[in-house]
């Protein structure tokens, strides 16, 4: 009967203040759920089978994340080849628990195949932008939010990008990653998350920068996601860092919080979370794992857990802190521009069809192009398209292309040319001014 609806955030304060918490929730996510957050963890698919660790996770957690199985160098091996058997197990599990789940991460300079960091220039380009367009496409509609890009701002004072092999493919790489994932999935808020930006610095003021002029240019982002692997510390301006953040009008979510065990755990663990319930923009919570065995940081007991699976004093005060209430959250989708339908009709015996979903913004455009095989299915093809008059190619990812401007051909690459009988497969393209809208022509061979 906690007065979970309707209620301001003053009044829900209050009324909390009369109730005591006896009427509080008694798990992390309950808790959380009562001002319109969540509170997840990052799990392990390797872990799934450990009934202490299972039993925790479906009882206090309402969002998970993949500790690793859907970064680049486990969801694309080798280039082309996609493996999705142990993000789909991280994300069935957040199914089987009615949790949000959070894509972790599509593009970042750690964790990368070693084919792609042996990538650079326009090479590299394309291979992460048909990165990002086909794991968010895999995902699409299921996930609640992805970390497009992470960590990509250097330490120390400088409040620059980071150098990395994705960095030298030129500053706009991540407005590119982040137009290449709403074009893929217009239904998933689209994060930057990073370290060290958990109070004001020069760190965090970079980042901020980022986001104001992609909100003033329209290049598509909705949240920021804070790591808070914190130590000993919080910054005394965590909460002002995440206000600052939320009044840019995107959501701020604490996406990887531990803190190293020390006389301050539990106190830090509640100051993150009151930080949190107290901006409204804020959606909820991240653990970076359940049990401080499952941790990371080995030997720093950063976790809510202890190893066998007992309550610590930093799980009581971050309950405490939930059930303490807050200003509602928010709950705003992202917005989506209306995507055009792939074919009812499939194309006739030994012939293909192509069709075009289109994201646009003022300048530029993402195109996802769908070639579906006829009964014979094809061994090659090419795709024909009429750009309007002013529009340019930028990119391609999956083809190849002759011509940037007027009619543009796309021919299959080596891996994709071959499709079975009613199979399609997609390539993409992004470019200036306005986007395509004549049907494509499809040629098989
Ligand atoms: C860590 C995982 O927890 C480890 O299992 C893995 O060996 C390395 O990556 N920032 C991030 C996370 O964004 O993806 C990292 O996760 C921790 C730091």
Redesign the pocket.
């Known amino acids: 009967m906690l007065l979970a609806t309707a209620v301001t955030g003053v009044v829900f304060a209050a009324s909390v203040a009369v109730i005591g918490t006896a009427d509080a929730a008694s798990t992390l996510g309950a808790s959380a759920a009562q001002t319109g957050r969540y509170f997840g963890a990052?799990i392990?698919a390797g872990k799934l089978g450990d009934a202490t660790y299972t039993g925790i996770l479906n009882r206090e957690f309402n969002a998970v994340t993949p500790?690793?199985e859907m970064?680049w160098d486990a969801t694309e091996p080798s280039q082309g080849r996609f493996t999705y058997t142990n993000g789909d197990r991280i994300l069935n599990q957040g199914i089987s628990m009615g949790a949000k789940i959070r894509g972790?991460?599509l593009l970042?300079h750690?964790?990368q195949p070693s084919w792609a960091q042996g990538l650079s220039g326009s090479a590299l380009r394309s291979a992460a932008l048909n990165h990002v367009t086909q794991v968010a496409t895999h995902y699409r509609g299921k996930i609640y939010a992805w970390?497009v890009v992470?960590?990509a701002f250097a330490d120390g004072g400088s409040g620059a990008r980071r150098d990395s092999n994705l960095q030298r493919t030129g500053n706009d790489w991540i407005e590119a990653a982040f137009r290449a994932a709403r074009a893929a999935d217009p239904g998933a808020k689209l994060c930057y998350?990073d370290?060290n930006t958990d109070g004001v610095n020069a760190k965090s003021t970079g980042v901020y920068n980022m986001v104001k002029d992609f909100k003033s240019r329209g290049v598509p982002i909705d949240c920021v996601g804070f790591?808070s692997?914190l130590g000993t510390s919080i910054p005394g301006d965590y909460q002002s860092n995440l206000q600052r953040f939320a009044d840019l009008g995107v959501e701020v979510q604490i996406?990887?919080l531990d803190v190293a065990q020390g006389g301050n755990q539990a106190t830090i663990y509640a100051a993150v979370t009151r930080a949190c319930m107290a901006v409204s923009r804020c959606g909820g919570i991240t653990v970076?794992?359940i049990r401080d065995s499952d941790?990371?940081r080995t030997g720093e007991n950063p976790l809510l857990f202890d190893a066998s699976g007992n309550k610590k004093a930093a799980y009581t005060s971050v309950l405490n802190a939930l059930n303490a209430g807050g200003p509602t959250n928010p709950t705003t989708p992202p917005p989506t521009t209306p995507v055009t339908s792939p074919p009812t009709s499939n194309p006739p015996s030994g012939a293909c069809a192509a069709s075009v979903s289109l994201n646009s913004w003022s300048g530029g455009y993402v195109a996802t192009v769908r070639v579906t095989a006829g009964s014979a299915g094809v061994n090659g093809w090419t795709v024909s398209l009429p750009l309007p008059s002013g529009s340019a190619l930028t990119s391609t990812w999956n083809a190849t292309n002759t011509g940037t401007t007027g009619t543009v051909t796309f021919h299959n690459v080596s891996y994709n040319g071959q499709i079975a009988a009613g199979g399609y497969t997609e390539f993409g393209f992004q470019g200036t001014g306005a986007g395509p809208t004549a049907t494509p022509g499809c040629a098989a061979g």
């Open positions: 990052a392990a500790e690793n970064k972790h991460a970042w750690q964790q970390d992470n960590e998350n370290y790591q692997h996406t990887e970076w794992g941790s990371w």
